[in-house]
């Protein structure tokens, strides 16, 4: 029997962990999450769903991978800094509860620890909750998320001018994120470069 058929076998109580869960986010993030909110990990939670059944994989799998879309950012709660490393610590201490195997808990942390900014995702499953956390970059929505990003890091003492700012996204989007999977490439290569492409015309703006 190979590992992934051993972690797969193993049941687990997936809806009372989500229900757990789903009410910390709901009753002790901060208000002043304008980004890592709520809404923003059920959207994670949503994609990263969705791009598991389109690579047709098992349905334990998905919840492996939806699992670690809801704790992601769960570490929020308690400080802004560091936030994934504490996040792991809250799945291995809650996770146990839930009847999850330390194999199923080892992968994962594994997820989580990948959305950590430039880490170098290792497999499918990174690769999904990689595309799920930035799935908004290919959306038209792209705008109206990073201003809540940017309004996020100016209460936690993170002030941009207009050009910083514009140069802080376009640093990320146009020359380190990539999406890695058929789904979002499919789905959201072509919003993202014109999203791209408006933030390079708003900083040419800016400097004429």
């Known amino acids: 029997m190979d590992i992934l058929t051993h972690i797969l076998q193993h049941p687990f109580q997936f809806n009372e962990m989500r229900k ?20 923003h990990t059920i959207n994670v939670e949503r994609i990263a769903e969705e791009i598991a059944k389109q690579e047709k994989l098992e349905t334990q799998e998905v919840e492996l991978i939806r699992t ?12 802004h800094e560091h936030n994934e490393l504490l996040a792991i610590k809250m799945a291995e201490t809650e996770l146990p509860k839930f009847n999850y195997s330390v194999e199923q808990i080892q992968l994962v942390c594994e997820m989580i620890h990948s959305t950590k900014a ?25 705008f109206n998320i990073a201003e809540r990003l940017r309004k ?24 380190k994120h990539v999406y ?18 408006l933030l390079k015309r708003k900083k040419k703006e800016i400097q004429l």
């Open 68 to 79: 670690a879309a809801l704790y992601h950012d769960l570490g929020f709660i308690h400080q």
């Open 20 to 39: 757990n869960v789903i009410l910390k986010l709901s009753n002790q993030l901060s208000a002043t999450l304008k980004y890592h909110s709520y809404e």
């Open 118 to 142: 430039g880490f170098d995702v290792q497999n499918i499953y990174d690769k999904i909750i990689s595309d799920a956390d930035h799935d908004y970059f290919g959306r038209p929505d792209y």
């Open 180 to 197: 890695w999977t058929d789904w979002s490439r499919a789905n959201r290569s072509e919003t993202k470069k014109n999203n791209i492409a």
């Open 152 to 175: 996020e890091y100016s209460f936690y003492g993170r002030d941009f001018s207009e050009l910083e700012w514009l140069d802080f996204q376009l640093n990320y989007l146009d020359l």
